[in-house]
């Protein structure tokens, strides 16, 4: 062995580059397999008539034909109405109360740490194990019909009725992800500098006036980045749903949002091409959507 | 515009007595600046004026109507702040046009009256750009603007000047002043930089530990101290002060170490015999009421010398005090120079160590 620290030490092809892509690597090599494999995997299947049974020499390569037939399909294009009618109340819902909450909440009080604590508890919980809680809850004899019954109203079919399981998947959604939007109005509404209220004060604004044209101006920025994250994960939700009300989304596939179409098509179904064809217009649909929104944010920044 | 009348204001904050029984009037159409030390109260002050601050006792007045159960928004007054507190996401017009808006005026009478005061103000290219567009002394301008639009009864100014560089600050030292006798307006102005206070002020009222220690004209300020600590705190470079006592045998003030030997003349005399302790005195004077001076009658030996361009401060070591010595431009000494100096003893102050208060 060298001692002297002279000639050639023995790691001397170890230069800081290497050293640092040999950390990086076990990430890299876990997101390729996890993430960029299926991808590209998926794309070349969409342009195949590949079905779970398929031998590969069963398989061929049909062109466009999966992403025709599915842009012509009513079905297909129902999916994404079924999926706008879940996504757009629950984030809507989660924005305001959240927003309402967070207002509550941006002053100083005994306890303050202790309810914000709870708050945000159900953030922090699996979707499949709150999805569980809420089906116990929603059935037919649970808990919120023993109360609504107590109140002397009718019970509701939560989970069976096709016209009230997007609304139990909403109320569900809301129940989980209003305290995120609340953290993020909560920072929004803390870099409100004080003085600015002083001033509008002083300016003789009401208290509407203070909040339309001080608080609003400075929070819809991160408002508006709490939208974007909750659309794009109320887009693809599968879990919730899929614990509530099972794999096609309940009765009359009334909660069988576009994600659950893939699984159904791809997995059930075994029709692979046309399930990975579908999940690609799923990504471009909801690339345009998210680039709408990002405009929008870089609008309200100013 | 109105007059304020501030009697026996008290405040607390927690353990700190923040202000001390103070009382202080701004005549109409006066330019009054609240001078002091940091966390001397000087913002709690102005606060409790503008109605932003609950006062624990006394009462302010507005033109001899007491306005303590007013909102800050009844009470008409504006407020610039040292932070500017221009609404970020709105342009310079809209900001102007705020207050306005708040009181319901028009959409073409806010235009005009916005384009007027932006001309005083020399600001109408900057009315479409945002805060983050502007430069603080910019910023500075839109805020006086938004304070103006509206005519206030009284301005109210919370060190407006101290977040701009130093080219700006005397820049906009002499606009302030040219607007304030422009509109004949009622300034209240809170400020830590005596620079500020002496060239602006009609009068100043100087502030220390939430009391109040004097309020003159910046000339009397300078001229006729209260106390020590106004002494010290106006002028730049400060004061000089050495500890000395009176003794009543050679009729004259002497130093701990007996080097400063000053003879005082009958009416100094008879000031100093008010002193709590006549062998617990502080003689001060200003850089400028001394010289070096062959036929000076103190001995001492040059210590450092300070060449600024225009003049030459020089400070001398007499005996164990160091005294700052306005010189000429031109005047230069080595270190450890034997000097005279010559006091100029009228001009040159007496206080009481024990209470602080000036003797004479």
Same mark, same amino acid.
């Given at each position: ?70 842009l012509?399909?009513n079905?297909?294009?129902q ?8 996504? =757009?109340?629950s ?57 609504i ?21 909403v ?10 939007m609340?953290?993020i109005?909560?920072?929004?509404l ?5 003085y600015l ?9 009401g208290a ?8 609003l ?37 009334a ?29 471009? =649909? ?5 680039n ?8 309200v920044?100013? | 515009? &109105? ?12 353990r ?7 009382? +202080?009037? !701004? ?9 002091? $030390? ?22 302010? #007045? ?10 800050? #928004?009844?009470?008409? +007054? ?8 221009l609404?970020?996401?709105? &342009? ?34 900057l ?12 910023q ?9 639009? %509206? ?6 100014? *919370?060190?407006?000047?101290t977040?701009?560089?130093?080219? +700006? %600050?005397?820049?906009? %030292? ?17 400020t ?11 009068r ?32 730049s $470079? ?21 080097? +400063? ?17 006549? &062998? ?6 200003r ?5 070096i001076?062959?036929?000076g009658?103190?001995?001492?030996? !040059? ?9 030459t401060?020089? *400070? ?8 700052? !010595? ?11 120079e ?10 040159c102050?007496v ?10």
């Amino acid at each position: 062995m060298d001692t002297t620290g002279r000639g050639r030490p023995r790691f001397s092809w170890l230069t800081d580059r290497w050293l640092a892509g040999l950390f990086v690597s076990p990430t890299l090599i876990i997101l390729l397999f996890i993430a960029i494999y299926p991808l590209i995997w998926s794309l070349s299947a969409s342009f195949t008539d590949r079905t779970l049974l398929s031998r590969p020499d069963q398989i061929n390569s049909v062109g466009f034909e999966n992403y025709v037939d599915l842009l012509n399909d009513n079905r297909a294009w129902q999916r994404f109405v079924v999926t706008a009618q879940i996504v =757009v109340p629950s984030v809507l819902i989660e924005l305001l109360l959240g927003f309402a909450v967070a207002m509550l909440l941006n002053r100083k009080f005994g306890g303050r740490g202790v309810i914000m604590t709870v708050i945000l508890i159900p953030m922090m919980l699996s979707p499949v194990v709150v999805a569980l809680f809420w089906r116990f809850m929603m059935q037919g004899d649970g808990i919120l019909n023993y109360y609504i019954q107590a109140l002397g109203g009718q019970p509701v079919l939560w989970l069976s009725s096709p016209s009230v399981i997007p609304w139990s998947v909403v109320l569900v959604d809301v129940w989980m992800w209003t305290p995120f939007m609340m953290l993020i109005a909560l920072a929004g509404l803390s870099a409100v500098p004080k003085y600015l209220y002083e001033a509008a004060e002083v300016d003789r604004a009401g208290a509407w006036f203070r909040f339309r044209h001080i608080t609003l101006p400075i929070v819809t920025p991160l408002l508006m980045i709490g939208i974007i994250f909750r659309t794009m994960d109320a887009y693809k939700m599968i879990d919730t749903i899929f614990v509530l009300v099972g794999d096609r989304g309940g009765a009359g596939r009334a909660a069988q949002t576009a994600g659950l179409y893939v699984y159904d098509t791809a997995i059930k179904g075994f029709d692979t091409g046309v399930g990975s064809a579908y999940g690609y217009i799923m990504l471009v =649909v909801i690339i345009a959507l998210a680039n709408l929104l990002i405009r929008q944010l870089n609008k309200v920044k100013g | 515009m &109105s007059s304020l009348t501030i009697t026996n204001l008290s405040k607390r904050f927690g353990r700190k007595q923040a202000l001390d029984d103070l009382t +202080l009037t !701004v005549k109409d159409g006066e330019f009054l600046v609240l001078l002091g $030390p940091t966390a001397a109260g000087k913002t709690t002050t102005l606060r409790c004026v503008a109605g932003l601050e609950k006062l624990d006792s006394g009462t302010v #007045a507005l033109d001899g109507a007491v306005v303590n159960g007013l909102s800050p #928004a009844e009470r008409d +007054l504006a407020l610039v702040f040292q932070t500017y507190a221009l609404y970020p996401r709105k &342009s310079a017009f809209e900001n102007m046009a705020f207050p306005l808006l708040a009181r319901d005026w028009p959409p073409d009478r806010i235009r005009q009256r916005v384009n007027e005061v932006a001309t005083l103000l020399r600001i109408t290219e900057l009315l479409e750009r945002r805060p983050a567009q502007m430069s603080g002394g910019q910023q500075q301008r839109v805020a006086l603007g938004r304070a103006m639009v %509206r005519n206030p009864r009284l301005f109210l100014m *919370d060190e407006p000047l101290t977040n701009l560089d130093f080219k +700006l %600050r005397v820049e906009m %030292r002499a606009e302030l002043k040219r607007l304030q006798s422009e509109l004949a307006a009622t300034f209240f102005y809170v400020t830590n930089d005596q620079v500020e206070a002496m060239s602006m002020a009609d009068r100043i009222a100087v502030l220390d530990h939430g009391k109040l220690q004097q309020v003159d004209t910046p000339e009397r300020i300078y001229d006729h101290p209260a106390n020590l600590f106004v002494a010290q705190f106006v002028g730049s $470079p400060r004061m000089n002060t050495i500890n000395c006592r009176y003794d009543a045998d050679q009729a004259a003030l002497i130093s701990a170490d007996g080097v +400063l030997k000053l003879p005082l003349t009958d009416a100094q005399r008879a000031a100093v015999a008010n002193a709590t302790d006549s &062998s617990a005195l502080i003689f001060g004077c200003r850089p400028e009421d001394v010289s070096i001076h062959a036929d000076g009658t103190v001995d001492g030996k !040059v210590f450092v010398l300070e060449p600024l361009g225009d003049r030459t401060f020089v *400070d001398v070591h007499v005996g164990g005090a160091t005294v700052r !010595v306005r010189a000429a431009a031109a005047y230069r000494a080595e270190e450890g120079e034997r000097v005279r100096l010559a006091f100029d003893l009228p001009r040159c102050h007496v206080f009481d160590a024990v209470s602080g208060l000036t003797l004479f």
